[in-house]
């Protein structure tokens, strides 16, 4: 780091230019190809992709998502001619949109279940021939457009589904730019100086303009999701204005003390710039964890934020050092500048309060283990209550779209008409005879009157479907059956299960394993027939399913790599064993303040939420991830300062108060500027992003001002000369990495045989 740093610093004219011919060279290529991100769910070997399998293969027509178009007369019955008219007119209107494969309109021949029996209700289910993601937004807002503009004052017309959905695409916007003008302004007020400023957020925002370049590409080439760019920005805004932070406070340090510029430079390189690349990797190694899963939805992710991350480092590597070539001696604050000038060098780089605060530590370490303990307990207490699920569009803000169609169809027709199950059979061994008179090819047909709970219509249903119809029907927590829809040679056929619960509720979770574990297989045996169950609701419960499988792997990895990280460049297994510990500590935390405010409702109106649900079934192993490897950010900037004083001296007191007080008002700064930029996500529309923003703000904060700087400090005061211990057979193995640089690791104590607990 040092040589690249040194050589940056000598061409900055060169760096400067490299940078800019990247950013400006991706941004025109991503530009030019433009970006194709895709949500993919594609679960293999479950029972979810299956049915979808089943469906692409011989029912296409029905193998896309449906959006929901709802209408509410206000003045009379959605029968009454003038409003039947009105509707049928944008129905057509809507199915000569090129997206839209079909529209199965309320007054058709099985629209009879689309009315409320008030007859003030009614939907048309809109079909389309893909995904909902895969459909072009201009398509999707021309219905939207068509909604709006159908709207009168007898006639509320709403639309909602994945279609609708994608239209809310999390995005940049002014959230985060209100992030980057807090981050500007604790910069300022720590460091008084508008260069200093200045330079961090100049930095990240390089960084990201190749790196965000580069995920737009990727996206042509891999799957990678709409939420992961918006990730990347996130992770990369705030890492990337810490890692120039860190570099940049040890040079203004340096210079202080009177160091010549060139000299200073290499120094912070040689030391927080190791710093900065140890914790790049592990972020990057907790990333990385992600690939275990066996979920290709969170590879696109992963990739994204990593090279967000990626970036940052090499931009604090490269481009930072140019900059302070550029910015000379006005890194200073003129205080600063006028003092060096008459020859009063300050050579103590934390202040009297952050001095004190390391003195209070190191006194009463015990008795502030035990509160901060008991503090983050409580605060993690809500976590033991996590519930993966699906967020439905009951979720969405009051007032838009997706959610008036939802309220609206939850109140007429009950709320499991939001989520239906989609049941795919496959009737290879046993097909169903074309009626008489239809012809045996073609489209999908209707092989038999709707089943209902009327007895006296069961003779009309294939005796295929007979059986499983009558035990679907027979399951208290099935509000309906819709009529069975056969494909053309009669080798399968599609049933839509009405449950009387949202799809977020438990008991829909608890109905499709009924399906799966009870009715399906004894109509299975009875018929030789295979029954899959589908939809939205199943397929996430089985995406936290395979989840739930991948988590001891991936904690595994993601912890082992770290540690191993930290070993290496501590020459300990105490230090990275208590960081692991205490980072599982801080996410637990920042879990229970997510579910606290997005699964109990706690304050959820505040940041623009809708009702409270469940989490989403990735959104745990993504932030677990990314405060993990945060969490080892701070531990890495904390402890290698304890570290140098360590190697310098051979006191462990002392080297834990000196590297506790030289690095608090650092990762205070830091951390704060963390937490306003993640906290600024909250202000998007995306539940997502608020649940990420909101998590990894809090966990931030915990992390660094609890655990960090109280937690971690106190119990290497109390382990004592134990922190440093490390068997002399492992040291012999063990490859040896600085965090320091030589400068300071050419410095030796003699290794630590005593392991003694003390207290001082």
């Known amino acids: 780091m040092r040589t690249l740093g040194v050589w940056s610093y000598r061409h900055p004219a060169v760096i400067v230019l490299l940078w800019l011919l990247a950013i400006g060279g991706v941004q025109v290529a991503a530009g030019m190809v433009g970006p194709d991100y895709r949500n993919s769910f594609a679960l293999p070997e479950t029972d979810s992709q299956a049915a979808v399998d089943l469906l692409d293969e011989r029912f ?10 709802v209408v509410r007369s206000t003045e009379g019955s959605v029968n009454d001619p003038d409003v039947r008219v009105q509707v049928e007119e944008l129905l057509a209107e809507v199915a000569a949109i090129d997206s839209v494969a079909g529209v199965r309109s309320p007054y058709g021949l099985m629209g009879a279940g689309q009315i409320s029996p008030d007859g003030t209700v009614a939907y048309a289910a809109v079909q389309y021939a893909t995904a909902g993601i895969e459909v072009p937004r201009d398509d999707l807002e021309s219905l939207t457009d068509l909604v709006e503009d159908a709207g009168t004052e007898a006639l509320e017309v709403s639309v909602g589904g994945q279609g609708v959905a994608a239209l809310s695409t999390p995005q940049v916007g002014v959230g985060e730019l209100i992030g980057v003008a807090f981050a500007a302004l604790v910069l300022f007020i720590a460091f008084r100086s508008v260069v200093a400023m200045v330079l961090p957020i100049a930095s990240a925002a390089a960084a990201l303009g190749v790196a965000t370049g580069l995920v737009r590409l990727g996206s042509n080439l891999v799957t990678i999701s709409d ?7 996130l992770l990369g805004l705030g890492v990337g204005i810490d890692y120039a932070l860190l570099i940049l406070n040890r040079h203004r340090t340096n210079l202080r003390a009177g160091m010549r510029l060139r ?7 040689d030391t927080s710039g190791r710093a900065v690349v140890f914790a790049g990797v592990t972020v990057v190694i907790a990333l990385g964890g992600l690939l275990v899963t066996g979920i290709e939805f969170l590879y696109g992710m992963a990739l994204s934020a990593a090279v967000s991350v990626a970036f940052t480092v090499l931009a604090a590597g490269t481009l930072l050092p140019a900059l302070l070539r550029i910015a000379g001696r006005r890194i200073l604050s003129p205080a600063d500048r006028r003092a060096l000038a008459a020859g009063q060098l300050k050579r103590a780089p934390a202040g009297p309060g952050f001095t004190r605060w390391a003195n209070l530590v190191a006194r009463r370490p015990v008795a502030l283990v035990l509160v901060a303990v008991a503090v983050l307990g409580i605060i993690a207490y809500p976590m033991l209550d996590l519930r993966l699920g699906t967020a439905d569009q009951g979720n969405d803000p009051a007032g838009t779209t997706t959610r008036q169609a939802y309220d609206t169809l939850a109140e007429a027709f009950g709320p499991g008409v939001n989520g239906p199950l989609l049941i795919a059979v496959d009737l290879s061994n046993d097909p169903i005879p074309a009626p008489a008179g239809r012809p045996d090819e073609g489209t999908a047909r209707e092989p038999a009157a709707a089943a209902g709970r009327d007895p006296g219509r069961q003779a009309q249903v294939p005796a295929q479907l007979a059986g499983l119809i009558a035990d679907l029907e027979d399951d208290p927590a099935v509000a309906g059956v819709s009529t069975p829809m056969a494909n053309a040679d009669g080798t399968a056929a599609l049933l839509r299960v009405i449950p009387t619960t949202s799809p977020q509720d438990q008991a829909t979770s608890d109905l499709i394993d009924r399906v799966r574990t009870d009715i399906a297989p004894a109509v299975e045996a009875a018929h030789g ?5 589908g939809g939205p609701t199943a397929t996430f419960d089985d995406f936290a399913e395979r989840i739930q499988d991948a988590l001891p792997a991936f904690i595994s990895l993601v912890i082992g790599l770290s540690m191993l990280l930290l070993v290496l460049a501590f020459r300990s297994l105490v230090i990275p064993l208590v960081g692991a510990l205490l980072n599982l500590l801080s996410a637990a935390a920042a879990f229970g303040i997510v579910v606290a405010v997005f699964q109990w409702g706690w304050g959820a109106e505040l940041i623009g939420l809708g009702k409270a649900g469940p989490i989403e079934p990735f959104l745990p192993v993504v932030l677990f ?12 900037f904390l402890v290698s300062r304890m570290h140098e004083e360590w190697v310098r001296t051979g006191d462990n007191a002392t080297a834990v108060r000196t ?5 608090g008002k650092v990762i205070v700064v830091a951390a704060s500027i963390m937490v306003f930029v993640f906290g600024a996500f909250v202000l998007g529309d995306a539940r997502t992003i608020k649940l990420m923003g909101l998590g990894m703000a809090a966990a931030v904060l915990l992390d660094a001002f609890v655990i960090r700087l109280l937690i971690v400090p106190a119990l290497m005061q109390r382990l ?3 922190n440093w211990w490390l068997p002399g057979w492992l040291d012999r193995v063990l490859p040896h990495l600085s965090i320091e640089g030589p400068s300071v690791t050419a410095q030796t104590v003699e290794p630590v045989a005593d392991v003694s607990i003390r207290e001082g």
């Open 720 to 722: 004592g000369r134990a």
């Open 227 to 233: 939420v992961a760019p918006v990730l990347g920005v």
């Open 625 to 636: 991830a990314l405060l993990f490897g945060l969490s080892m950010d701070y531990q890495v």
């Open 263 to 269: 000299e200073s430079v290499a120094t912070a390189m």
């Open 659 to 663: 590297g506790h007080a030289a690095t």
């Open 60 to 69: 296409a027509e029905a193998s896309g998502d449906a959006d929901t178009l």
């Open 529 to 533: 027939i295979q029954v899959h169950v």
